[in-house]
């Protein structure tokens, strides 16, 4: 079988996104996914997105995680999502899609080189939970968000493996973000599950922790910004009385890396 895809990345979090309007690509083959996404083996990239039409919207975003199995929500993978979108909708900036979440809307806010700048409204986020000095939310996906001293120090994949296979979390698992405050940012370092390593970049884990920060008191100007090992991403929001967050967005580039064909 020959498979056409389109590879993206956004601030380093990398995808393969395949157009699937016409319901080909067999979602239960996780097998086929993990070759797909292997490094070595196959494509590469840090999980795969599935392009279908949905009825009433632009479009709906089916997001597989490298190991193969179906993912909840990708904060990045939406932002590449909807660049992705721009090829099918040329006289469109503004999207509305389905995802494994909810609804999604996305603007094309800015070209910028063969990409763009994606502004993404996230789902409404609950108030944290916190457990001693850290927190556990959900931005989409689940994400616990530890505040450290130097992010550059930290061994996120030994680190984050043992918070993601606790005897709480073994079962579902959990993202890790280990986040750095200065005075009016974060750089934030993430262990993600389904990819069970250290990523360059996650929208909802940057977008958790950014959260997490305002509800610790470490940041109160908006929007936040957060530097990634893959680069610089926006986060804004609007903390409701009753403790919730609402208006939450996403912003950020979303850029092609290459397009090809693979022999499956």
Known sequence: MLIEFQKYQATGNDFILIDDRD?????????????????????????????????????RMIYFNADGYEGSMCGNGGRCAAAFAAQFFP???????????????????????????????MQQVALPEIIESDLLLNTGSPHYVKFVQDS????????????????????????VNFAEVHRDSLTVRTYERGVEDETLSCGTGVTASAIASF?????????VKV??????????????????????????????????????
């Open 152 to 175: 550059g120090m930290v061994d996120v994949p030994i680190e984050g493996r043992l918070i993601r296979n606790s005897s709480r979390f073994l079962r579902e698992g959990v993202n």
């Open 23 to 59: 319901r080909k690509f067999n979602v239960q083959n996780s097998s086929l996914i993990q070759t797909l996404c292997h490094r070595k083996f196959g494509i590469g990239a840090d999980g795969l997105i599935l392009f279908r039409s949905e009825p009433g919207l632009d479009f």
């Open 215 to 223: 509800v610790m008191g470490h940041i109160q100007v908006q929007p």
């Open 91 to 121: 006289d469109k900036s503004k999207f509305m899609f389905n995802a494994y979440d909810g609804l999604h809307s996305a603007e094309l806010i800015a070209n910028k080189d063969a990409g763009y700048i994606v502004r993404l409204q």
């Open 227 to 264: 530097f990634t090992r893959g680069g610089e991403l926006q986060v804004s929001f609007i903390p409701s009385p009753e403790g919730d967050f609402t208006d939450v967005f996403l912003t950020g580039e979303a850029m092609p890396v290459f397009t090809g064909q693979i022999e499956v």
